[in-house]
């Protein structure tokens, strides 16, 4: 069993789910333990993502419900109600310069 933990701190580490249970191309929400909510994602070659759920945008927690896609070689996912694209590896807006989310650091154990 491989268990995937993100990172909501420096030098902290959460266990989210056994990495088995995520679908590649689909996300998750994961409720951190400060009440914010991480959006995490697996993508067809087996990579983890962990960025903030909240879309900047709208303030709704949706983000792990956009559809992951790649755009010039980078991961992204497109909020499900603006439909602005979230840089995987960065949080970087790719549709709004200057806009960003969080991103958490992830790792497997197991």
């Known amino acids: 069993m491989t268990t995937l933990e993100l990172s909501p701190s420096p030098g902290s580490w959460l266990p989210v789910c056994e ?9 998750v929400a994961a409720l951190l333990p ?13 990579r983890a993502y962990a ?15 956009g559809l992951v896609g790649s755009a010039d070689g980078r991961p992204f996912v497109a909020s499900p109600l603006l439909k602005q694209r979230f840089d995987l590896e960065t949080g970087r807006c790719l549709d709004e310069e200057g806009v960003t989310v969080a991103v958490y650091p992830v790792r497997t154990l197991g």
Do not use: K, Y
């Not at 990495?19 to 996300?27: C, D, I, K, S, V």
């Not at 400060?34 to 087996?46: K, L, Y």
């Open 34 to 46: 400060d009440g914010r909510q991480a959006a995490v994602f697996r993508d067809r070659s087996g």
């Open 19 to 27: 990495t088995a249970l995520l679908t590649p191309g689909r996300g």
């Open 51 to 65: 960025i903030d759920n909240r879309d900047p945008f709208t303030g709704a927690q949706v983000l792990s419900r």
